[in-house]
């Protein structure tokens, strides 16, 4: 004697099977570049418009191995920092941040081109930031403002890739 079992698909299942080939076929469309551009548009000649007016200054502070929950402006209850907590006051100050890399150079070249560090080729000793990367100070220069680099951290230095559209980058004496 013969059995016949009839299978009954659930909606569950068929749910999921759809989702499956939707994603399938989304993928095989993008070339499996599934990467959403967020960023704001603009260009140089948005900020250039700003350039011309004096009560703009754009400041970038970067202290290497500082960490937010020593600062006052993060919450800390000591006054450890009102230099930067003022700073934080009157601009902006980002409430969260993470770093790319736990290394320096490899992590810099990151914030300051927005690319992660398998796509701007900054992983070892000898990588420096390559040419045709973007940085915030060569826009803010083709737009007109004066652009200039304080910094300490050998990693951070003009070999490296970091003095690209700073008019004056410098490095103090100790």
Known sequence: MSQTVSTVRSPWFLSSLALAAALIALVVATDG???????PVGGVEDIAGLSEREDLNVLFILIDTLRAHRLSSYGYERPTSPTLDYLADT???????????????????SLW????????????????????AIMPAEILRDA???????????????????????????????
Do not use: C
């Not at 081109?113 to 045709?132: I, K, N, Q, S």
């Open 113 to 132: 081109t927005g690319h992660y560090p398998a796509r701007t080729g900054v992983l070892r000793f000898p990588h420096a930031t390559p040419d045709e």
């Open 91 to 109: 601009g902006i100050r980002f409430a969260r941040h993470l770093a790319q890399s736990t290394w320096t150079k490899t992590s810099m070249t």
């Open 144 to 174: 007109g403002f004066r652009t200039g680099g304080i910094w300490r951290n050998g990693w951070v230095s003009s070999n490296f890739g970091f003095a690209q559209g700073f008019e004056l980058y410098h490095r103090p004496r100790p």
């Open 33 to 39: 570049d599934l990467v959403v551009d967020t960023r």
